[in-house]
């Protein structure tokens, strides 16, 4: 969804080395997400944050954090990478919709590779 | 917690077959239930969403899912599957507005 973007798409990456993974979002929703994928795994959540002054951990944030810059971007960073940060990483956007109710949309996904 | 469980890791089938997919939950509150599929190398795209009335829900390219309230399940259905239809396969539950997804079936279809 081209609504979604992040960048970089791929990446490869060193231990110890400190990444940042960006997201931006035209959509105009307030919430954002940060998960990751592994095979067998399905997706994680590592962040999420409702609107730009609320930051909140997911079930897997030991090792990430996050800067929510801007309505329509927030930041995943590794501040040390190590390898088994390998993974895809997925940005998502959701808004307050019925009831409620959100839907979340996806963006393309970042593929980090820590050697 | 809630946790999401989908009964089947890979699924090969023909072209015509029909499929099932099956998607357990847990967790006794209120619930939303989602489909999500990821086609390879693209990212994740909603197939359909129940969020409440009728448990029989329709989504795009001819996929629907059933709400079993009583069994926690959420099962996804197509009668006749294509070629196209090869793809990753999610169940997500949410609730207070975070998912949870399953681990994802992946599903190949034969020509």
């Known amino acids: 969804d081209a609504d979604v973007t992040q960048t970089p798409r791929n990446r490869i990456t060193k231990t110890g080395k400190r990444i940042m993974l960006e997201c931006s979002q035209t959509k105009g929703h307030d919430r954002m997400y940060w998960y990751r994928q592994d095979p067998g795994l399905g997706l994680r959540l590592i962040y999420y944050?409702?609107?730009?002054?609320?930051?909140n951990k997911g079930e897997i944030s030991d090792g990430y954090s996050v800067s929510r810059q801007a309505q329509a971007k927030f930041s995943l960073s590794l501040e040390s990478a190590i390898p088994n940060q390998t993974a895809l990483y997925f940005c998502a956007t959701s808004d307050t919709g019925t009831g409620g109710i959100d839907t979340q949309y996806f963006g393309p996904g970042t593929r980090l590779t820590v050697l | 917690a809630q946790s999401v469980s989908q009964h089947n890791h890979h699924v090969i089938l023909s072209e015509a077959a029909s499929l099932e997919l099956g998607c357990n939950y847990s967790y006794g509150g209120t619930v939303n239930l989602f489909w999500y599929v990821q086609y390879p190398g693209q990212h994740l795209q909603l197939l359909l969403k129940?969020?409440?009335?009728?448990?029989l829900v329709k989504g795009i390219k001819g996929f629907e899912a059933e709400f079993i309230k009583s069994k926690f399940s959420f099962n996804l259905r197509k009668p006749s599957v294509q070629w196209s239809d090869t793809a990753e396969y999610f169940c997500?539950?949410?609730?207070?507005?975070?998912?949870?997804f399953g681990a994802g079936t992946t599903v190949t279809v034969r020509a």
């Open positions: 944050s409702f609107d730009v002054k609320d930051i």
């Open positions: 997500a539950v949410s609730n207070d507005y975070k998912l949870s």
């Open positions: 129940y969020f409440s009335g009728d448990p």
